[in-house]
């Protein structure tokens, strides 16, 4: 059996790996932020660095996101 390193996400979209999802550009904002918070995403623009400043300090602070599944 063949092992295929791929990931299908959730919408159903199948991407080379885990690590390429979560660094595609068209993701919605509640994920970016969740994937930034946790160091799984890389910033991808000026916005998404901004984020990611503002998550830093929040967790310097002692603030920390939450996250709903769905």
Same mark, same amino acid.
């Given at each position: *059996?063949?092992?295929h390193?791929? +990931?299908?996400?959730? @919408?159903?979209? =199948? /991407?080379?790996s885990?690590?390429? +999802?979560c660094n ?5 904002t @509640?994920?970016?932020?969740s994937?930034?918070?946790s ?6 623009? @000026?916005?998404e660095?901004? *984020?990611?400043?503002e998550? =830093?300090?929040a967790?310097?602070?002692?603030k920390?996101?939450? /996250?709903y599944?769905e």
């Amino acid at each position: *059996m063949a092992n295929h390193k791929h +990931y299908i996400a959730p @919408d159903g979209r =199948e /991407y080379p790996s885990y690590a390429a +999802y979560c660094n595609v550009p068209d993701l919605d904002t @509640d994920i970016i932020q969740s994937m930034l918070s946790s160091g799984r995403r890389k910033p991808q623009n @000026d916005i998404e660095k901004k *984020m990611l400043q503002e998550i =830093e300090n929040a967790k310097r602070q002692g603030k920390y996101l939450e /996250y709903y599944p769905e």
